[in-house]
């Protein structure tokens, strides 16, 4: 059964602070991975999308990597803003209906 | 613009009164899934369907029903809400089953009393 750790569960830092967001999943065997964001009281926004046979994507000042045979992905935020201030969440397609199987999020804030 | 709605966003019901979420989608998805979000335990998904009159169980199925006679409308039913069904749902849906990118609705905020 697929499992997804995101550590650690909250993180506070300064503006300006370039950041990493780790995700790490007990098998493999993965179709893609998907980096979410969600605000509180608010949906999950895909932020970025990493197939399989991809090392990594980027989206402005967000780079997501994925390292499946060690299970590992890393969302890389460079010089972080408050309006960065929300829960990160991961989750990996295992392909077996497509179900999408999530991390429990970090909650990160930015301090101005 | 492309979208996934949800409606309602809040409901506040009584043990045992049925109730429908619905769920629809304008990008012309054939995947569709539901899942809740609980304090402590994550996003977990309910039911999924791969297209139109195609529905199958996800991990926490009990106590609802789904149903798929569009393309891009996906409703969940509960038919006897129960206070265990208190939480935050969410309905998503991809172009087809899997490589695809997952899009979220805004969320519907379930509370039974």
Known sequence: ?112 | EAQVTQNPRYLITVTGKKLTVTCSQNMNHEYMSWYRQDPGLGLRQIYYSMNVEVTDKGDVPEGYKVSRKEKRNFPLILESPSPNQTSLYFCASSLDYGNTEAFFGQGTRLTVV
Do not use: H
């Open chain 1, 1 to 112: 059964k697929q499992e997804v750790t995101q550590i650690p569960a909250a993180l506070s830092v300064p503006e300006g602070e370039n950041l990493v967001l780790n995700c790490s999943f007990t098998d493999s065997a993965i179709y893609n991975l998907q980096w979410f964001r969600q605000d509180p009281g608010k949906g999950l926004t895909s932020l970025l999308l990493i197939q399989s046979s991809q090392r990594e994507q980027t989206s402005g000042r967000l780079n997501a990597s994925l390292d499946k045979s060690s299970g590992r992905s890393t969302l890389y935020i460079a010089a972080s803003q408050p309006g960065d201030s929300a829960t990160y969440l991961c989750a990996v397609n295992g392909g077996a209906n497509s179900k999408l199987t999530f991390g429990k999020g970090i909650t990160l804030s930015v301090r101005p």
